[in-house]
């Protein structure tokens, strides 16, 4: 098996749930929203955030900017409130310089996801990206794992680890496309009806040790869990 990591980026790499937290407090004030509206926006991005989303926010809260300027602030903001731990950007450091060859598999649009790995200095620390717009497709879709490889100047049928919090797009579609796993849950229970993840930690700095700390060629191919 060759060294090759795929991470999600949301909620694995990034806290996304913290900086669209305080985008929602952020926008709803400087649109001078009901003290409500926050929540409510929250509701509208969290799940997937396009720029279709703000056509909807504009109609809704009868704002004047454009839903193209809407979207873009929203791509700006929240770049600027995510961060990437120290810890986490040492340990990508760590696995490129021991020979694993590093990537990063993540829905949503192209824009965005781009602006966020810049603004936390991931781009500089991995080998290759696949933001799902880019390839039509969204995980659990091989194609998303597939092109994220490549990215790497590697071939996913030459197996590899994906770590993310998302039991179905990332744990269940890494096994799927061929990947062993590593799952965070971000405290969420395992679905029964999924097979279960290789392993189970609490981070993506913990993943990466669990990584560093083993000789994953040598290992036999059976699920294990940590």
């Known amino acids: 098996m060759q060294r090759l990591v795929l991470f999600d980026l949301d909620n694995t790499l990034i806290d996304r749930n913290g900086a669209i937290q305080d985008w929602a407090v952020q926008f709803a004030a400087r649109h001078s929203l009901a003290d409500h509206a926050a929540t409510q926006l929250v509701e509208l991005v969290q799940e997937r955030a396009f720029p279709v989303t703000f056509e909807t926010i504009r109609a809704q809260y009868r704002l004047q900017p454009s839903p193209k300027t809407l979207w873009r602030q929203y ?24 020979g694993w060859r590093v990537g990063v598999a993540t829905n949503g649009a192209t824009d965005i996801q781009n602006a966020k790995l810049q603004a936390t200095g991931l781009i500089d620390r991995i080998d290759g990206v696949c933001v799902s717009e880019s390839v039509g497709a969204r995980k659990p879709a091989p194609a998303v794992f597939e092109a994220a490889a490549v990215a790497c100047g590697s071939l996913i049928s030459q197996g590899g680890w994906m770590v993310g919090d998302n039991p179905e797009t990332d744990i269940d ?54």
């Open 75 to 98: 791509c700006s903001d929240i770049a600027a409130a995510v961060r990437c731990p120290e810890r986490i950007l040492a340990g990508l450091d760590a696995l490129r310089a021991t």
């Open 173 to 226: 579609g890494g096994r799927r496309a061929g990947l062993r796993t590593i799952w965070i849950p971000n405290g969420r229970a395992w679905p029964n009806r999924l097979a279960a993840p290789d392993h189970c930690v609490p981070d993506a700095g913990t993943a990466i040790a669990l990584l560093l700390a083993s000789d994953w060629e040598a290992r036999p191919t059976a699920s294990r869990r940590s």
